[in-house]
């Protein structure tokens, strides 16, 4: 295995046995959460693993971190085989889990001391090291309070310190957004930048498309258990197609001559008139923008309206699983 | 190892100990059961003269022994409930992607159990004081040992259910079923002198009737009675036996 990747896993597999209830016959079955997943993270990225509810990525991660087994396949840790070497792969990776795991009765700094020392620190360093943190991620404010009065963004940032304090080189990151007000949200991403440019591997799942284009060098897409296309959010986006420019036109005539008109002037990817909308789907939108704008103006083809919109994860979604991510979230 | 194993241990002791004296009311809540059994119902016992396994006058020194294991049962039996709670939170997870030794996770609970419960006895004992108890000062240390074991056996297998059902409405019947017949049938409340030939055999498949026999002994001060060496081997083979139960369900919880 290289140096410099931080994960790698072959054919790694879990099934569960779930129990059915119901028509004729109760019985076990076998489900397969994770089928087969290979993944390549190189070390210093922020590696995004995007995917609706019920997709395997929480059930992934727990077999990274050691909580679960593998059912088949193999993987390395930081160089470490996953079935053999769960002590070191435990010491060196931080995991922050959905749902956080602080204790809620005790406070923020309670927390964090016990922590450290659950990773072995002595309880001077562990207490220097929880005011480090308290400090590092702006807590001092209530860190000496029990957790269970914290805010939801402020829980959060005691759940990451957790994952963290113990210096890990590669964190794992369940979900880190999901249910946080936006300015939480926004708080939380900078914070996520601020961990990489430190130095540190960060392995982050999440159901949110924007949180994945802002955040992530690398992104993984999983549906069903399967990883479905990997690539950086450009490679994605642009496997998709180029941008789309919709003009409204006052009437389906003047909307039928621009289509004539555009297809003319510029090398159209795609072009479709519903009523008196055209919608162009062309490379570098952008630029082309202006251009026909003015080309549509002095045939006196006047545009009422005109949007561009470039490619976004939930089209790369769209594209590879014939679902909308968001469609997902909200069943 | 075992050094790893034994700082891990003081670490969730002292973590479980901080969270039990952050409500310390509770410790004295399940001493409530037993005081009442004193206050209340004892004296009828003293009423009844002399019946098979309590001679006459000598009814608190009967009584007393079997109340503190029956304080070691009820006052453990509940514990799983907060395992639940730190399951749920998420708790239990975080600790176990830490090199934290999985041993010291569950023996840092029962070793708080264990203790709080030891409170609680001495806390009982020393009430019943003024009724009269006489008892062999060596023989209610080694007494409180036996209890700190069945307080074990009880709170390993309360875990042991929290970790099997993981919800509350399941874990209160189960526990609820378990402690009542055990209970009846360790002769706490009358002895089992008292009882027909087959409940007196039932008993004998009830290993905290073995506790409640030696402890008797205990007090009494017969040290080398086959009652406290069979007690011991009994409880002590429980302890480990439902521990061990638990331990394995524990690491199966991440598997």
């Known amino acids: 295995m290289s140096a410099d990747l931080v994960i790698e896993t072959k054919g790694l597999r879990k099934t569960f046995i779930s129990k059915e209830r119901g028509g004729k016959k109760n019985g076990k079955k076998e489900v397969e959460a994770v089928k087969s997943i290979d993944l390549t993270v190189r070390k210093g990225e922020i590696f995004g693993f995007l995917g609706p509810n019920g997709a395997g990525k929480s059930t992934t991660q727990k077999m990274l971190s050691t909580l679960l087994c593998p059912t088949s396949g193999e993987a390395k840790v930081l160089g470490y085989d996953l079935s053999k070497k769960q002590g070191q792969i435990r010491q060196n990776v931080g995991c922050v889990s959905q749902a956080g795991g602080a204790d809620l009765g005790s406070t923020g700094t309670e927390n964090l001391v016990l922590q450290a020392q659950l990773y072995g620190a002595d309880s001077a360093t562990a207490k220097k090291d929880a005011a480090e943190f308290a400090e590092r991620f702006q807590m001092t404010s209530f860190i000496a309070r029990p957790a269970q009065t914290y805010s939801g963004g402020q829980k959060r940032r005691l759940d990451i310190a957790l994952g963290m304090i113990h210096h890990p080189q590669l964190l794992l990151l369940d979900e880190p957004t999901t249910g946080l007000d936006p300015q939480s949200r926004a708080y939380l991403w900078g914070e996520i930048k601020k961990l990489k440019a430190g130095g540190i591997t960060i392995f982050l799942t999440t159901q949110y498309m924007d949180e994945a284009d802002k955040l992530c060098d690398t992104i993984a897409i999983i549906d069903n258990g399967k990883i479905i296309v990997t690539g950086t959010p450009e490679e994605l986006k642009s496997s998709v197609g180029g941008d789309t420019i919709v003009f409204t036109f006052p009437s389906e005539e003047i909307a039928h001559k621009a289509e004539t008109l555009l297809n003319e002037r510029v090398k159209v990817e795609k072009i479709q008139v519903y009523s008196n909308v055209v919608h162009l789907t062309v490379k570098n939108g952008e630029r082309l923008m202006p251009d026909l704008l003015r080309s549509l103006d002095s045939k006196s083809l006047k545009a009422q309206g005109v949007t561009l919109s470039r490619p976004s994860l939930d089209d790369v979604f769209l594209k590879y699983t014939g679902r909308s991510l968001r469609e997902d979230i909200i069943k | ?255």
């Open chain 2, 1 to 255: 190892m075992s050094m790893k194993l034994l700082h891990d241990t003081k670490l969730m002791f002292i973590r479980n100990l901080q969270h039990t004296f952050r409500t310390p009311v509770f410790i004295f809540v399940s001493m409530f059961q037993p005081l009442m059994y004193l206050l209340l119902f004892m004296p009828l016992l003293n009423g009844l003269g002399s019946v098979p396994g309590i001679p006459a006058g000598k009814a608190v020194d009967e009584f007393i022994p079997g109340l503190l294991v029956l304080e070691a049962l009820f006052g453990t039996a509940f514990v799983g409930f907060s395992l639940i709670d730190d399951i749920r939170s998420g708790v239990i997870e975080r600790f176990l992607v830490t090199p934290v030794s999985r041993s010291a996770i569950l023996l840092g609970r029962v070793l708080r159990d264990a203790g709080i419960l030891l409170l609680q006895c001495i806390l009982i004992a020393l009430v019943a004081i003024p009724f009269g108890l006489n008892v062999n000062a060596t023989g209610f240390l080694l007494s409180l040992l036996l209890y700190a074991l069945v307080g074990i056996t009880m709170a390993s297998i309360s875990y042991g259910f929290a970790l099997t059902f993981k919800i509350e409405d399941a874990l209160a019947p189960t526990l609820n079923t378990i402690t009542l017949p055990v209970s009846l049938l360790s002769g706490i409340i009358l002895p089992l002198a008292l009882a027909p030939v087959w409940l007196k055999d039932l008993s004998k498949i009830n290993p905290f009737s073995y506790a409640v026999d030696a402890t008797r002994d205990l007090f009494a001060g017969n040290f080398t009675s086959l009652g406290v060496i069979e007690g011991f081997v009994v409880i002590v083979a429980m302890a480990v036996l439902v521990f061990l139960w638990s331990l394995q369900l524990l690491k199966k919880m991440a598997a």
